[in-house]
């Protein structure tokens, strides 16, 4: 009788295996809504609520869109529920401390790369791994080796990166340019297009300042190849070239690069280009749209973010970005920037990792919780995510850029064709640096660095402004920058960097 009841029991396990199996082929199928592959089927242990935590304000129509959200998700076999917190900017990353450190009841979060050596530090975030091979197969599948190792230390991973243009991506400017087609200049490559431009703008449009000072890396390319382990804002205190064969750590403050791009700002300020004070422009962004500056910073993807804004204001006016020398190698230093994190603290990894692996995979997913619902919370014109005519409750103002993915990415239709194309090619060709992966801890170092920045705020900002002459102000500076530890800064960024270089070479 024994044997019998295991046998049937046996018989039962196997018909309800076999009952769950699908077709091998139907898995490999594209979606009907767009070119990403279906995801695979859910491990039963993806149940629960998701706790999502994002920065800013939460959007309007958040509730509408979680009830859909979870609607698919049953749809699709994922017992999965959402809650959505949302923290202010000025909070933002001092609230992820607080979270993990509390043991506060959250799963996912938007991180960046630059934060990874201390929240890993600090055990805010959970290595996934595992979870990757567990709930997010298709997610390994879809993103490629390198951008999961610029969100790796020790080759332990810490987010799920955007899909993006990564080459030099933040090495830009942006000018109108409807204006530069106006007064017949040629596109902008070299430096001296683009000082032609600016003072073709000082000439010709008196109401208008020529450049906001708000753009430095974008000088980059033009003065040096840099590598800013410490930060990404086109300053130091501490940069490696990839082309030097030492690859050695050097300060940037003391660099030549700093030295030129100072002295070009300095003779943009004087010639009239830049804003005469600090306030003039204090709003670099709405003085773009008003039509009170005919230049300003910008990266790879900034004009698709900006152009609706502008548009409303300037509707014929035109945006183009400005990457000067583009015929000059570019450079992948980072594969990622964005990424989404879970917590060490998290009660449901796993069904934040299957609610991440079920979005990315998906075009419809990917949409939902991207854009909102289609018709209530925007529309589609053609490919293009329009929200004309969409009430103002029901918008759906998401920070979906925490999750890019270029190749199911929606524009608006005021994105121009050969913008996205360009966009989609962007890192083809670019040259792989040698510190890619390499991640910075600041926390042998920290007191030096809170140092440097005290003298960088006295000394870089009014340079870069162009208020200061360099040969006048530098002295002063670099004896500063000297008595903060800049050199043990220098050598500490030298250090780890020459760690990460052995660990590399012996895999």
């Not at 991506?169 to 409807?178: E, P, Q, S």
């Not at 660099?255 to 943009?268: L, P, Q």
């Amino acid at each position: 009788m024994m044997v019998l009841i295991l046998l049937l029991s046996l018989l039962a396990a196997c018909s309800q295996d076999g009952g769950n199996k699908e077709d091998p082929q139907a898995s490999k199928a594209e979606n009907k809504e767009g070119s990403a592959p279906a995801p695979e089927a859910a491990p039963s242990q993806a149940v629960g609520t998701v706790k999502i935590v994002l920065p800013g304000d939460a959007p309007k129509d958040i509730a509408g869109v979680q009830a859909a959200l979870e609607s698919k998700l049953q749809a699709d076999g994922l017992n999965l529920k959402l809650e959505f917190t949302y923290f202010p900017w000025d909070q933002y990353t001092n609230k992820l401390n607080l979270i993990a450190a509390s043991g506060e009841d959250y799963d996912m979060a938007w991180t960046h790369v630059s934060w990874l050596s201390q929240i890993t530090a600090k055990n805010v975030v959970l290595p996934l791994n595992d979870l990757l091979d567990q709930q997010g197969q298709q997610l390994k599948k879809d993103i490629p080796a390198a951008n999961f190792m610029s969100a790796s230390i020790d080759n332990k991973i810490y987010g799920i990166p955007t899909l993006v243009p990564t080459a030099e991506n933040n090495n830009f400017f942006t000018i109108r340019g409807d204006l530069r087609e106006k007064y017949k200049l040629a596109p902008i490559k070299t430096l001296a297009d683009f000082e032609n431009y600016l003072d073709t703008i000082k000439k010709n449009e008196p109401d208008m300042v020529p450049i906001a000072n708000d753009a430095n890396r974008g000088l980059l390319r033009e003065f040096g190849d840099v590598y800013l382990p410490i930060g990404d804002s086109g300053a130091g205190p501490a940069y490696i070239d990839p082309t030097d064969p030492k690859l050695e750590v050097k300060s940037f403050y003391e660099s030549d690069i700093f030295k030129n791009i100072v002295k070009t700002k300095r003779k943009w300020y004087l010639n009239g280009w830049l804003p005469k004070d600090a306030q003039e422009i204090k709003d670099p962004e709405a003085a773009l749209n008003n039509g009170k500056i005919a230049a300003t910073w910008s990266n790879v993807l900034k004009i698709s973010e900006r152009i609706d804004a502008f548009k409303q204001t300037l509707p014929n006016g035109t945006l183009e970005d400005v990457f000067l020398n583009p015929d000059k190698p570019k450079f992948v230093f980072d594969a990622a920037s964005n990424l989404l994190s879970i917590f060490s603290t998290s009660k449901n990894s796993k069904g934040a990792m299957a609610f991440i692996n079920w979005f990315r995979s998906n075009q419809a997913n990917y949409d939902l919780f991207s854009y909102g619902v289609k018709d209530v919370n925007y529309k589609l014109d053609g490919d293009a995510v329009s929200t004309e005519g969409i009430a103002e409750n029901a918008t759906y103002n998401q920070v979906y850029w925490a999750w890019d993915d270029i190749r199911m990415k929606h524009f608006s239709k005021n994105v121009d064709a050969g913008y996205i194309e360009n966009l989609k090619s962007w890192d083809k060709n670019a040259i792989v640096a040698p510190v890619l992966g390499f991640r910075f801890n600041a926390e042998p170092v920290k007191s030096e660095i809170a140092q440097i920045d005290a003298v960088a705020q006295e000394f870089v900002g009014p340079a870069y402004a162009g208020f200061t002459d360099y040969d006048n102000f530098y002295p002063d500076f670099q004896s500063k920058l000297k008595s903060a530890g800049i050199d043990k800064v220098v050598a500490e960024v030298q250090k780890q960097f020459t760690e990460f270089q052995a660990k590399n070479t012996a895999k």
